[in-house]
């Protein structure tokens, strides 16, 4: 997996949009955080600067046009996701799972559809063979 970089919470709201809406016009980008998040253009705009030169999204040239760019994600949701969650889990776990499940279990109350859901995904991951056999 390539090196994903640091992405701060406000570029990730960017990321979010296009994640969403790839090859997306930074005027559209704008709109939608001036929408959701109260941003001004220059703020939306300074943002998608950094992704690029963060090589976390690119620009390309709209097609037919001089002036008009397009930005893209170069890095997945999942990709991202995945090196936050294994950065938390290692951070505040020691990257120990069960200890995490534990700590969150312990304070949320599941109702019966979700631990089927979560019963169904530890059976998947069995079956598939990804659930690590540790010595006892």
Not at 36 to 58: C, D, F, H, I, Y
Request: glycine share 4%; with cysteine; proline share 5%.
């Amino acid at each position: 997996m390539k090196q994903i970089p640091p992405i701060t919470d406000a570029e990730l709201e960017v990321m979010r949009v296009l994640w969403v809406n790839p090859n997306c016009p930074s005027s559209e980008v704008v709109k939608q955080l001036a929408d959701r998040m109260g941003w001004s253009p220059n703020t939306t705009r300074t943002l998608l600067n950094r992704l690029v030169q963060k090589e976390a999204a690119g620009t390309k040239q709209e097609e037919g046009s001089k002036r008009n760019f397009l930005f893209y994600p170069i890095i997945s949701e999942q990709e991202y996701l995945s090196t936050e969650t294994k950065s938390f889990m290692k951070k505040l776990y020691g990257g120990a799972l069960k200890p995490m499940l534990a700590n969150f279990l312990r304070d949320k109350k599941l109702n019966a559809e979700e631990i089927q859901d979560l019963k169904a995904l530890f059976d998947e991951k069995h079956s598939d063979g990804e659930l690590d056999k540790r010595d006892t």
